[in-house]
Structure formats: structure tokens, C-alpha cells
């Protein structure tokens, strides 16, 4: 049998994928120093300033717009940090090396990443659906929960592509670093913890470089709550980072090794 993913047969090549996610996420699961800040921050942060602090009005439309906030928010580490940290440490340790030297499907490896990332963005979208129906007073159709939760999982990939980069640049040691200093800001400057309004006009004028303000604002559109710009503009930006984004990782990685 040929080792070139073209040559195997397509049920085959998708088992091959799938197996390869499967056994990422499994890794990641059994990782606590990943798994709990990556599933419990978003939940944390949701009830500190989403239930206690900000959603004292009982406004339902803004009860809702701050859900959509922290399902952004969900979506940002999974691919930051477990593709970002990861990836720069299994470079730094050889094991990606060895993984291209597996009779696998081209790319099987980052496809995995990425899937793993969909999955704890599931699993974190979930939490937050059921801690804002219960405790936050979130009155949305069925029709747009789901929606917010598609484009929550569709949202992982410009920061798993930003993640990828900061794999392929970083060493194992300063890519925790790395990731916070894009991570943290990142999550600020959105308007994620603080409503835009708030913050100085200089901040507020640069929020739309951001892929998280581009993503809230892609939630608030398809679940029909107020929102700015058009949601074909903010996804073309969301592909456009994701694209580009992984395009100069592949390069950096091609070189670099």
C-alpha cells in the first residue's frame, strides 16, 4: 500500500483523519493544565462579569449580547493555546518531525489540531447555553442558539491559524507567553470583558483589528441581536485572518521545520 494520502482509498482517508483527531483529543482531555482553564475560564469569566456584574438590568437583549460575548471569548483558546503551545512544543521535542515520517495523510496532524479545537469549543458553548438559560436569563429561540454555536465552532479557525503561527515561531518554553500577550489583549480590546463604550476612543477606533470583535459581531448578526457592520463583512475578515494566517504559518513551517 502507498503511503501518499492521494492513493488511499476515501473511506479510508477520512477514518485516517478522524483517528488522528480522535487520538489529539483524547491527549488534550487527559492534559488538566490544558483542559481546565480551557473549559472553565469562559464559564468563570461568563458568571463574574456577565451574571454578577453586568447583567443586573434584567435587559434581555443585553443579557443576550453578553452571551454572545464569552461564546467569542469560548472560542479563542482552544485554538490559540492547544494548537499554538502544543504545536511549538512537539517541534521543540521532534515529534512533529516523527509525525511526518508516518505513513499518515498529508496535513492528518493540523486537521486533527483544528478538529480538537472544534470539539472543546463545543463543549464550552454548551456550558455556556446552560449556565445562561439557567442562572443568566438568556431568552433566545432554539434557532438562535444553535446558530451562535455554529459560528462559535466556525470562529475556532482564525484563532487556531493564529495559533498555528505562534507554533511555528515560538519555542515550547516562551509559547505560553506568546499566546497570552495575543490571548489577553486580544480579548479586551474586542470588548469582550467591558462593553467598547467605555474605553477610550483611541481603543475603541482599533477594535475592528481584531478577529474576536469581527466574531462577536458575526454571532450578534446570524442570532438577529444588534450588532455593527454587515455579517458578510466580518466573515470575509474571519476567512481572510484564517487564510492568511495559515498560508505564512505553512511557509514559516516549511523553513523552519
Known amino acids: 500500500m502507498s503511503v501518499e494520502g492521494e492513493s488511499m482509498p476515501a473511506s479510508r482517508l477520512v477514518g485516517a483523519y478522524l483517528t488522528e483527531a480522535k487520538l489529539e483529543s483524547t491527549r488534550l482531555l487527559r492534559t488538566?493544565?490544558?483542559?481546565?482553564?480551557?473549559?472553565?475560564?469562559?464559564l468563570l469569566f461568563y458568571a463574574l462579569f456577565g451574571l454578577v456584574i453586568?447583567?443586573?438590568?434584567?435587559?434581555?437583549?443585553?443579557?443576550?449580547?453578553?452571551?454572545?460575548?464569552?461564546?467569542?471569548f469560548g472560542a479563542m483558546a482552544p485554538g490559540i493555546f492547544g494548537f499554538g503551545i502544543t504545536l511549538a512544543m512537539e517541534r521543540e521535542q521532534g515529534v512533529l518531525?516523527?509525525?511526518?515520517?508516518?505513513?499518515?495523510?498529508?496535513?492528518?496532524?493540523?486537521?486533527?489540531?483544528?478538529?480538537?479545537?472544534?470539539?472543546?469549543?463545543?463543549?464550552?458553548?454548551?456550558?455556556?447555553?446552560?449556565?445562561?438559560?439557567?442562572?443568566?436569563?438568556?431568552?433566545?429561540?432554539?434557532?438562535?442558539?444553535?446558530?451562535?454555536?455554529?459560528?462559535s465552532v466556525f470562529g475556532v479557525l482564525p484563532f487556531c491559524a493564529i495559533g498555528f503561527l505562534i507554533g511555528t515561531l515560538a519555542t515550547g518554553q516562551s509559547a505560553p507567553a506568546i499566546a497570552n500577550l495575543?490571548?489577553?489583549p486580544m480579548?479586551?480590546?474586542?470588548?469582550?470583558?467591558?462593553?467598547?463604550?467605555?474605553?477610550?476612543?483611541?481603543?475603541?477606533?482599533?477594535?475592528?483589528?481584531?478577529?474576536?470583535?469581527?466574531?462577536?459581531?458575526?454571532?450578534?448578526?446570524v442570532a438577529d441581536l444588534p450588532h455593527s457592520g454587515s455579517v458578510m463583512t466580518h466573515f470575509i475578515v474571519l476567512l481572510g485572518v484564517t487564510v492568511g494566517f495559515t498560508l505564512f504559518a505553512i511557509r514559516r513551517l516549511a523553513r523552519a521545520g
Open 54 to 72: 453586568f447583567s443586573r438590568s434584567g435587559d434581555p437583549v443585553a443579557a443576550a449580547i453578553l452571551f454572545t460575548n464569552y461564546c467569542a
Open 32 to 42: 488538566p493544565a490544558f483542559v481546565v482553564p480551557t473549559l472553565l475560564f469562559p
Open 97 to 151: 518531525l516523527l509525525k511526518r515520517a508516518l505513513p499518515m495523510p498529508p496535513g492528518a496532524h493540523l486537521i486533527a489540531k483544528m478538529l480538537m479545537a472544534a470539539l472543546f469549543v463545543a463543549i464550552v458553548v454548551a456550558s455556556l447555553c446552560a449556565a445562561g438559560i439557567i442562572f443568566g436569563h438568556v431568552q433566545l429561540r432554539t434557532s438562535q442558539y444553535l446558530a451562535i454555536a455554529l459560528t
Open 187 to 221: 480579548s479586551f480590546l474586542s470588548g469582550i470583558w467591558v462593553p467598547l463604550s467605555v474605553l477610550p476612543n483611541a481603543l475603541q477606533s482599533v477594535a475592528p483589528i481584531w478577529p474576536t470583535y469581527h466574531l462577536i459581531h458575526l454571532m450578534r448578526g
Open 182 to 184: 495575543v490571548y489577553l
